[in-house]
């Protein structure tokens, strides 16, 4: 009677210590911890440095569903940007990251690396609903003038995004809550009441050379205002379309096959962006991964951004919100309005739920230094605060 082979692979899972048991390892403090270790073993890497606070002019984001509501097709929605590397103080909340030059803390490698890690701990649950629903704080610095005086003002809001997805369902975007417009420090407040306290500034409009007005809310918040974003069944802008949420569901889960989609849009866009094709891809993706598209969806668009060229890692950080994550950045640019500045993302890396897209300074120009901006100001960001599928419509402030 022939004897019955032992199964090797169950001898071998019988005998693992529970520490190394996958089920245990994933989503854990345990894995959070070896990712960030990973991250932070290249020799040398600089310390950490401390920076100044935070703010934001204009940038689209892709907020804005509907492309049509939006000022301008293709893009998404106005905000006013922020700063920082290093420690960072955004006006009630703090950001803390890698050092406030440009200069590499992690390879690109590493940073790649650690993005298809976030994509493989993407939250996998296929729920679905009547209603996705997102909450951010975001935040913005302009640097204003008034009376040939130059200082920073800080403009912050919550915003509320609700999609309906079913047909017959409205989605709404409610603006503007416990919002502020005023001046960034004491000085600023310093300077802005020796130029006579006005009420009306004016802000260098974001890469266009020209000039902006812009109202301080400094004597109390403002009403929340409720905006229908939909137009019939389009709920969304993607590049310079219009898209519905069947149109969302049908992206593909395949990065390769994510990127030749948005590879397509982005010559259907050109001309209407004033950022390269780098910057374009990354507002994008970075975007799919907040609307109501499929979880693969989202992992896809982590891979996608992880195969733009010169991303890297920040490793360890800590958002604007206080929650502690990791960070990917860009090559910095030019900003008008700044001087160069540079993009990151700050990913939770046991969910690979997005935290904080963000805008921070590398080398202020002549006007920002003037206005008291440093390296590693986060001059704008926007943070997730909550996502999630209900059966509910949002209820509208009084």
């Known amino acids: 009677m022939a004897r019955k082979r032992p199964d090797v692979m169950k001898t071998l899972a019988d005998a693992r210590p529970p520490e190394l048991d996958p089920d245990q390892l994933a989503g854990s403090e345990r894995a959070r911890h070896d990712l960030i270790t990973i991250l932070a073993s290249r020799p040398g890497a600089p310390e950490p440095r401390t ?114 997805v079913r047909p017959g369902t409205q989605s709404l975007w409610v603006s503007g809550i416990d919002a502020t417009t005023e001046p960034r420090t004491e000085r600023d407040t310093a300077r802005w009441r020796a130029a006579g306290s006005p009420k009306d500034v004016t802000l260098t409009a974001s890469g266009s050379g020209g000039r902006l007005g812009l109202r301080l809310e400094t004597g109390g918040r403002k009403r929340p205002t409720v905006d229908r974003i939909n137009s019939g069944d389009k709920i969304a802008a993607l590049g310079a379309r219009n898209v519905s949420y069947a149109e969302l569901r049908k992206l593909p889960g395949d990065s390769a096959k994510l990127k030749g989609v948005l590879a397509d849009l982005y010559e259907e866009d050109r001309g209407s962006e004033i950022s390269g094709r780098t910057e374009w891809m990354w507002r994008q993706a970075a975007g799919l991964i907040g609307l109501p598209v499929r979880p693969g969806v989202r992992a896809a668009a982590y891979r996608v951004i992880a195969d733009l060229p010169g991303i890297r890692s920040l490793g360890e950080v800590t958002d604007p919100l206080g929650r502690k994550g990791v960070g990917f950045a860009l090559p910095a640019t030019a900003r008008p309005d700044y001087g160069t500045a540079r993009s990151e993302l700050i990913v939770d890396p046991a969910t690979g739920a997005l935290l904080s897209d963000q805008e921070v300074l590398t080398k202020p120009d002549a006007k920002a230094t003037e206005a008291g901006l440093t390296a590693g100001t986060v001059v704008n960001y926007t943070a997730t605060v909550e996502s999630e599928w209900t059966e509910r419509q949002l209820k509208a402030p009084e």
């Open 51 to 164: 920076a100044s606070r935070s703010a934001r002019p204009f940038t689209w984001r892709w907020a804005l569903p509907v492309a049509a509501t939006a000022a301008a097709a293709g893009v998404l929605v106005a905000t006013l940007p922020e700063g920082g590397s290093g420690t960072r103080d955004t006006r009630g909340s703090r950001a803390t990251a890698g050092p406030t030059t440009d200069g590499p803390r992690h390879t690109p490698e590493s940073g790649r690396l650690a993005l298809l890690n976030v994509a493989a701990r993407v939250d996998r649950t296929a729920d679905e609903g009547t209603y996705w629903q997102t909450t951010t704080r975001s935040s913005w610095i302009g640097v204003a003038s008034a009376a040939e005086s130059t200082f920073a003002v800080v403009s912050s809001e919550t915003s509320r995004w609700s999609f309906g």
